[in-house]
């Protein structure tokens, strides 16, 4: 499992730098706090490999056999069951997997999966889990779903998979600091107003105000680069889809996807923190791609 381990991440840092500092910051501000609370209590070094014992052993949790049930439970993916879903899955899925393995032999098992949501959706989960929602097997053609199903065996082939626990891990230790660190600001307020200390009062505030703010910089700044990674993921995940030959198939699938959301919203502050592009952009790139090929045909065949 060392070993595994090990591999994983040395693929995942290679795959997704942006994502790696962005958990080596969630993973060391908690540190830092918890030893200038402790004081002389516990030093650096004792709270560093006390904390890197909990994070190892949350990751052979998450990386096991194990870990990756628990998140198909989480996030309601089940196995194919039903003979219509057998039937019509099954098929696509081992095409498509036949494909990406004749390119990239390096490619473990995947078990593909449905999800029981009317929403148009795919994923790809943990290391061994790619699914798609009830609603996209409503929608799409089994040439769009091909295009959709090569898109996510990218994100386990490039480790995105496994970059997006890193970001739940960080996160998940992130927000405990932030709920320790109010629970003791809160009882610092409460304290100084028993004592009715007006200036002890102030510097209470002060000092959560500025805490607030801190936080809120930190947590977009830590967002937005984090979302970079995974529209980069992303256009990746895509280019891959068309190498396999399922360029026109994606191209499809997305300006169906683009006719059901109805083109983007968004502000500009929501969209600097989107996993994804905007589906006009990635279908712009596709067409790009399409364009270049034939003509590149053109020109050979002249």
Not at 20 to 31: G, N, Q
Not at 201 to 209: H, M, R, S, T
Not at 237 to 248: K, P, S, W
Request: aromatic share 10%.
């Amino acid at each position: 499992m060392l070993k595994t381990m090990a591999r994983d991440f040395r693929n995942f840092a290679k795959s997704n730098p942006l994502c790696l500092l962005c958990s080596a910051i969630y993973f060391h501000i908690p540190l830092l706090f918890y030893t200038l609370v402790m004081g002389s209590n516990i030093s650096y070094p004792l709270s560093l490999i006390s904390g890197l014992i909990s994070y190892f052993i949350a990751m052979a949790i998450i990386f096991s056999p194990l870990g990756e049930k628990i998140l198909r439970f989480l996030e309601h993916i089940r196995k194919l069951e039903t003979k219509q879903e057998k039937e019509l899955l099954q098929p696509i899925f081992d095409e498509v997997y036949e494909q990406a393995k004749r390119r990239n032999p390096e490619l473990g098992h995947i078990e593909m999966c449905v999800v029981d949501k009317v929403f148009a959706n795919a994923y790809a989960l943990g290391k061994h889990t790619v699914a798609v929602t009830k609603g996209a097997m409503q929608t799409f053609s089994e040439d769009g779903l091909k295009a959709l199903i090569a898109h996510e065996i990218a994100h386990i082939l490039y480790h995105d998979t496994i970059a997006n626990i890193y970001v739940w891990l960080g996160n998940s230790t992130f927000m405990t600091w932030v709920f320790l660190v109010k629970g003791i600001l809160s009882v610092v307020d409460f304290l100084q107003k028993e004592k009715k200390k007006s200036m002890g009062q102030f510097v209470a505030l002060l000092v959560k105000i500025i805490f607030e703010a801190i936080l809120f910089l930190m947590t977009f700044l830590l967002q937005a680069v984090v979302a970079i990674n995974s529209r980069k993921n992303e256009y990746r995940a895509d280019r891959y889809a068309y190498d396999l030959g399922y360029g026109e198939e994606l191209v499809e699938a997305f300006y169906l996807l683009e006719k059901i959301h109805l083109g983007d919203n968004s502000t500009v502050i929501q969209r600097m923190l989107k996993s994804h592009p905007r589906i006009t952009a990635r279908i712009e790139r596709l067409e790009t791609m399409i364009d270049q090929e034939e003509a590149m045909q053109t020109a050979h065949d002249i």
